[in-house]
């Protein structure tokens, strides 16, 4: 009788434990119900801003926390919370209007990329609803961006419990916001975000990713050993951006407004970058303190690494103000603490010797000069085949036809000069000098067009003669400029295609050729500007 009473009452206490799915639902809720029976490895790990998510499973990932069976538990289960199709439910409880200005984002758009290849491809980028990944058909453009470019956008869905450097794309807030997925923890969500999150995208195209660390990509060698990326792009050692060399990380200068906030309002990428670079190293704008800080930032406050108070002056940018939180300005000048791994550097101010404030440089942007290296590809054909196969990044699935791609003329070097909307002179590159074949077309068609890019390749400055003797700074290509009876004179050193020009030129003397962009307002030099260049004394 006593050993039966004995049994009785220690079965009671298993079934009635915080640790039995059936009779423990009670006590359960209040730690993350039925969820952690199976997964109590996944309470840890969590940043502290997310801490009271580890006795809430059901608060992001939905489910049923009270079901007794896997079936039920898992019913209405969201294992990717923050993919952009579950992003309001999941994290807009909390960030609603970030995740409201993330689905405009161009980011997840992509309504630069939408619009310019639709005008180069079909003659123009269709209603201004349509103009985004969202709502592609299967137009010339279209098909291309379906199969080669609508992966870099935060809409694609993250489907795997991992991290893949090279080929990460999307995954809405988790595209930026999980740096690690441990095996014995909860991936920690948080907004220390590393370089690694930006590099499945922006490798691409612009290369910024590649470059900014001194990698530089190349064509195939014919012979002898180069360093290649996972993914089988060949690439070499150039050198790298100061700011990365110091320790700096993509986030250090890039803001949550640029890449999250006001790209929403924003029709191309370069309208969207919120910081410049005299935001840091010569800000002349007005200061904001503690007390005047902009109220919709005001979460930032929290993230202040150094001792503040209501008398603390902050530098803020000059395009959206927002306040420069990881600067602290001291008696001895501005320190930048970095954001990840807590360095402090001293930002260096404008020589006032090398920066005077000469009529004849006013208009230069920084990176006309402080860019060591642009990357730049001078010849692309692309070709569709109706009877092939490939991956459609809308559908996310294997489709009928493919564009095939070839590349040549490959160089990483000082690009071409050019006026941007702003009447400054900026760096530009070759968006695409390309021939291209399609089916529904009489014959190819050919484009050479020119845009402008920040590399981040900053470095001490481009000698005078690169830009005052050189061809390739006037956007004329490789070649020898003479004067001949007071006219100036282009022999290039590269072979005419198809417009006419040189296959690495922008334009021409007389500006009669060439000068495309994919953003009105953009422009190669005039004959003017150029004999204003060629003209300059050197010291």
């Not at 180069?226 to 990380?249: C, F, K, T």
């Not at 005047?292 to 803020?316: G, Q, R, Y």
């Not at 990176?367 to 996310?396: I, T």
């Not at 402008?452 to 050189?470: F, Q």
């Amino acid at each position: 009788m006593r050993l039966r009473t004995l049994l009785t009452f220690c079965l009671f206490n298993v079934l009635s434990s915080p640790l039995h799915p059936v009779f423990g639902a009670e006590v359960n809720l209040l730690s993350g119900g039925s969820c952690l029976q199976c997964h109590a490895a996944k309470r840890a790990g969590f940043s502290a801003a997310h801490a009271f998510a580890s006795n809430d499973c059901v608060g992001c990932h939905a489910g049923d926390d009270q079901a007794i069976t896997e079936d039920g538990a898992h019913h209405g289960l969201i294992a990717f919370p923050g993919n952009l199709n579950n992003a309001g439910r999941a994290c807009g409880t909390c960030h609603a209007e970030r995740v409201a200005s993330v689905d405009e984002n161009l980011m997840h758009s992509g309504k630069g990329i939408v619009d310019v290849t639709r005008r180069l491809l079909d003659g123009s980028a269709g209603p201004d609803e349509s103009v985004n990944f969202q709502s592609l058909g299967h137009g010339v453009a279209d098909s291309m961006l379906r199969k080669l470019c609508a992966s870099c956008h935060l809409g694609q869905p993250k489907t795997e419990h991992q991290l893949d450097v090279m080929r990460d794309r999307g995954g809405g807030c988790l595209a930026c916001h999980i740096n690690d997925y441990p095996e014995g923890a909860h991936p920690s969500l948080t907004t220390q975000v590393s370089d690694a999150r930006c590099f499945g995208c922006h490798s691409r195209s612009g290369r910024i990713s590649l470059s900014y660390t001194g990698l530089a990509e190349v064509e195939a060698p014919d012979g002898g050993a180069r360093l290649r990326l996972p993914d089988g792009r060949h690439v070499e050692q150039n050198a790298a951006d100061v700011h990365y060399l110091a320790g700096m990380a993509c986030i250090d200068c890039h803001t949550s407004v640029g890449l999250m906030g006001a790209a929403a309002d924003a029709d191309h990428q370069r309208q969207a970058v919120d910081i410049a670079c005299l935001d840091c190293h010569g800000n002349r704008h007005r200061n904001v303190g503690l007390l005047d800080w902009p109220f919709e930032l005001n979460n930032m406050k929290k993230h202040i690494s150094f001792a503040a108070n209501e008398k603390t002056s902050f530098l803020v940018t000059g395009k959206y103000g927002t306040p420069l939180w990881n600067i602290e300005l001291r008696s001895d000048g501005a320190w930048l603490h970095t954001k990840n791994s807590g360095r402090t550097l001293k930002v260096p101010g404008l020589d006032p010797v090398s920066h005077s404030e000469d009529s004849d440089h006013e208009r230069l942007e920084c990176v006309a000069c402080h860019s060591q290296w642009a990357p730049q590809c001078f010849g692309c054909h692309m070709e569709y085949d109706a009877d092939g196969s490939q991956w459609d990044h809308v559908e996310r699935e294997m489709t009928v036809g493919r564009w095939n791609e070839r590349r040549s003329n490959v160089r990483n070097e000082l690009g071409t000069l050019g006026v941007n909307q702003d009447n400054r002179i900026e760096l530009f590159v070759p968006g695409m000098v390309m021939t291209a074949a399609h089916p529904d077309w009489q014959g190819e068609k050919f484009l050479r067009i020119f845009a402008p890019l920040s590399p981040h390749t900053t470095g001490a400055s481009r000698t005078c003669e690169s830009c005052h003797r050189s061809s390739v700074a006037l956007g004329l290509g490789q070649g020898e400029i003479t004067e001949r009876a007071g006219e100036l004179h282009f022999q290039p050193a590269n072979d005419s295609l198809q417009d006419g020009l040189p296959g690495d030129a922008w334009t021409n003397l007389e500006r009669s050729l060439g000068g495309d962009t994919p953003v009105p307002g953009h422009r190669p030099l005039s004959r003017e500007e150029m004999e204003a260049v060629l003209e300059a004394v050197l010291p």
